[in-house]
């Protein structure tokens, strides 16, 4: 006699591979910017490195120039600058989405709450430059 | 003879199959037919071991949702022709332990969503005597997006940290936790922040956000959470500050 049972059999279970993220878009670029945190880090450590050369005097600023210029140096920081300003523009649009303002009973546009994080960097980015290439 | 699509359909028999194998059908390519629509011409004409499960066939009861080349669809609304000249490759919903053919187990999410209490929860019931709870238009507005969810799991097929660790909690019960949490109406926040901010809940979210791209009701889930981690937040730090009733 067929006995009633309240879990049925577990079923086929297809194991997910390893390389998921390479057939499409959506999960690529999120993988991207999972790793462009890795080259956030590196300009973070490249500027300690560049304010420990600054404390040295002289002599270690110059050899910290020269380490710059290596064209692999070079290479590694042109990679950094994409990945970290495709950093940027990903979280400045994806904090629309976490934030969920809510003013007169209607919800805030999206382009109210990311417009000000642009603004923001296109300010501070403009200052910098300002700072360093005034002569 | 009218224009024909070929449908490749995933089959699987517990009972015959190790692993499930591709079966292709040759469907009549009509206009107004969707993909639901050739499973349902399978079936009646053709196979009648081919097993799916349908209900609405209008996008309301969350039953047909499939793969469909690659993507979670609901099958009575994606449109053949949109894949002429084919072939349609249709697969049962990933992430989901296949039963037959394309029927997949989904007691797994049903545990996860009784688990955040998708109900309104109150500390003390009114009788019924007294009226119902009242809402203003702004507050039913407040949740609403995230009262929209069909249950039809295209989320969870689509979520690469429930592929990889099953014990995730997953978009929708999530998404439907903070519907609830929204509500005017309900006094169980407290109770379902202590569910929801465990490792398995908002915290296992890596933000891949294709849940809320794959939704057929513009739930938005993705957004859900990221709020709901803002909110948790908060509480932590409220924690911190008042240890004592902070929440």
């Known amino acids: 006699m067929a006995t009633y049972t309240e879990y049925p059999p577990k079923g086929y279970r297809l194991r997910m591979s390893t390389y998921w993220w390479l057939g499409r878009w959506p999960y690529l670029k999120f993988i991207l910017r999972e790793i462009s945190s890795v080259f956030v880090a590196w300009f973070v450590i490249e500027t300690l490195l560049q304010i420990n050369a600054l404390i040295g005097g002289p002599g270690a600023y110059t050899d910290f120039q020269s380490f710059l210029a290596n064209p692999l140096v070079i290479a590694l920081n042109i990679v950094s600058l994409f990945f970290v300003i495709f950093h940027a523009v990903t979280w400045f649009n994806l904090a629309p989405k976490a934030m969920a303002v809510r003013m007169g009973g209607k919800r805030v546009p999206n382009a109210l709450i990311s417009g000000p994080n642009y603004a923001a960097w296109v300010v501070v980015s403009a200052a910098i430059a300002w700072l360093l290439l005034r002569g | ?247």
């Open chain 2, 1 to 247: 003879m009218a224009e024909q699509i070929a449908l490749e359909v995933t089959r699987f028999s517990p009972e015959r199959d190790k692993t499930p194998t591709v079966q292709s059908f040759d469907v009549p390519l009509r206009k107004e037919w969707v993909v639901l629509d050739a499973l349902n011409y399978v079936k009646d004409k053709v196979d009648g071991s081919l097993s799916f499960r349908w209900s609405c066939r209008m996008g309301v009861c969350g039953s047909c949702g499939m793969m469909v080349n690659g993507e979670p669809k609901l099958t009575c609304a994606t449109f053949l022709s949109d894949y002429a000249p084919g072939p349609v490759r249709v697969e049962p919903l990933k992430n989901f332990p296949v039963m037959r053919d394309l029927i997949v187990e989904i007691s797994d999410f049903i545990g996860k969503l009784t688990k955040v209490k998708p109900w309104l929860v109150r500390k003390k019931e009114k009788p019924v005597s007294e009226g119902e709870y009242l809402q203003t238009p702004e507050e039913l507005d407040a949740y609403r997006q995230f009262s929209m969810c069909i249950n039809c799991l295209l989320c969870y097929a689509a979520c690469p940290v429930y592929g990889l660790d099953p014990l995730f909690a997953g978009p929708a019960a999530l998404a439907l936790a903070q519907r609830y949490n929204m509500d005017s109406r309900d006094e169980g926040k407290s109770e379902r922040l202590d569910i929801l901010s465990q490792h398995d809940g908002i915290w296992g979210c890596t933000f891949v956000g294709e849940c809320t791209e794959v939704c057929p009701k513009h739930v938005d889930p993705a957004g859900a959470i990221q709020q709901y981690k803002l909110t948790a937040t908060q509480e932590w730090v409220k924690s911190f500050i008042m240890p004592r009733g902070a929440k």
